[in-house]
């Protein structure tokens, strides 16, 4: 979309799907900010095939994002949030995410 806008020159993505719930949001933004919060769970009553069964969900909209930001003191709250976060992504892409075959 952003090649499409011409506000940059060329634009890639890669998806990968894994199978457990995601119970929280965390948007890392340039390696030197986070943005996390909870996803609320609700609960659910769904009709399957004629039989009512209770499910949570998880709720998106209304999630409190917590900031975080790296510092110039590598020590500091902020900068270890930021430093691992990734970190954590890429345990998670490089391991149970898998590419979702159509």
Excluded: C
């Amino acid at each position: 979309m952003l090649a499409e806008l011409g506000l940059v020159q060329k634009a890639s993505a890669q998806v990968k799907v894994h199978r457990t719930s995601s119970l929280f949001k965390l948007y890392i933004l340039n390696r030197q900010e986070a943005f996390f919060g909870f996803y609320p769970l609700r609960e659910r009553t769904v009709a399957i095939d004629d039989t009512d069964h209770t499910v949570y969900v998880v709720i998106g909209k209304d999630t409190t994002l917590f900031h975080h930001a790296a510092g110039p003191d590598d020590a500091s709250l902020g900068s270890q949030y930021v430093q691992q976060a990734p970190m954590w992504f890429d345990s998670v892409w490089s391991t149970i995410a898998y590419e979702r075959q159509s």
